[in-house]
């Protein structure tokens, strides 16, 4: 395959920003663009075989609009989103490109990613898929291939019911008056791991958090699962039969992670 140049839209932070410092560690030519950068999408199209979406969910469908009909067949075309389903389907519809879905499943301030999973989706064509593998691969991370609807119904519990069960947690702290000292005084190692979840989620980028779980078609019927939980463990450990609720966590540790006979 000739030189390599992959054009990151959305390579000035985040995710891009990450994969970016990675094909360049890899010896592979990239370009960035942002809102405010020299280079704009056109010249990433003219300059590049490769092209990757990286912006924020609420843009994403939009740039996969403007930058598809640019491409030509030989180009490939791929996303970095929390979701598949819908960016694959809109790469398919507005591009004739080989198309591959991406989601690596860690954020960009991780500071090794070797042994992380990366779910592929392959849409079209198969020139691409290899490279985009060996990409990963060199770095030593775990690479699936998967569909888009198989990843995002497992994002469902992952991403959204994870982090909606982090953020009840966090509201639910801020509703009692306990102060950072009484907090840090009286905290146990798995509060305080707990803690610093809450602290990512509240403060590192709490937009894409919140989009990853409006955005997830399987949210609902996770949540109404949630909430059917909550209610019927509570009113196991109220009833006092602890017979009973030790047999409901016993059952649910079997399903969770195999029997242990
Ligand atoms: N963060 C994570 O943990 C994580 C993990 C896996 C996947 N992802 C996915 O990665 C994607 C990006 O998320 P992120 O957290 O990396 O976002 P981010 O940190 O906010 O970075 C977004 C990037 O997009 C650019 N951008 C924003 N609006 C744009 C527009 N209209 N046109 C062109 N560029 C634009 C920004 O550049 P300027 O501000 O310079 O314009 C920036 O470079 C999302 O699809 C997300 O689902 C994120």
């Not at 994969?19 to 663009?33: D, E, I, P, W, Y």
């Not at 469908?61 to 791929?78: E, F, S, Y």
């Not at 905290?187 to 509240?202: A, E, G, N, W």
């Amino acid at each position: 395959m000739k030189k390599i140049n992959v054009g990151i839209i959305g390579g000035t932070n985040g995710m891009g920003q990450w994969f970016a410092r990675l094909l360049k560690k890899q010896g592979f030519t990239v370009h960035v663009c942002g809102r405010k950068t020299r280079l704009q999408i056109n010249d990433l199209t003219s300059l590049c075989n490769v092209i990757v979406v990286a912006v924020p969910i609420s843009v994403t469908a939009d740039i996969i609009r403007q930058v598809g009909p640019m491409l030509t067949k030989d180009q490939l075309l791929m996303d970095l989103t929390s979701f598949k389903k819908e960016p694959v389907k809109l790469m398919l519809t507005n591009s004739e490109a080989e198309v591959i879905g991406c989601h690596p499943l860690f954020g960009p301030k991780l500071k090794d990613s070797s042994g992380q999973n990366v779910i592929l989706c392959p849409a079209r064509g198969k020139k691409w898929l290899n490279w985009l593998k060996a990409v990963f691969k060199r770095n030593k991370m775990a690479v699936w291939e998967e569909t888009p609807e198989k990843h995002d119904k497992m994002m469902a519990v992952i991403q959204a019911l994870n982090h909606f069960n982090t953020i009840t947690l966090g509201m639910a702290l801020a509703r009692i008056n306990i102060t950072p000292a009484e907090i840090n005084k009286f905290s146990t190692p798995i509060f305080r791991t707990k803690l610093d979840i809450i602290r990512k989620v509240f403060t590192e980028s709490p937009e894409l958090y919140l989009d990853i779980i409006k955005g997830n078609p399987q949210t609902e019927k996770m949540l109404d699962i949630y909430e059917k939980a909550i209610k019927d463990i509570r009113f196991k450990i109220k009833s006092g039969n602890k017979v009973k609720s030790r047999k409901a966590i016993k059952k649910a540790a079997e399903k969770i992670y195999g029997r242990k006979d």
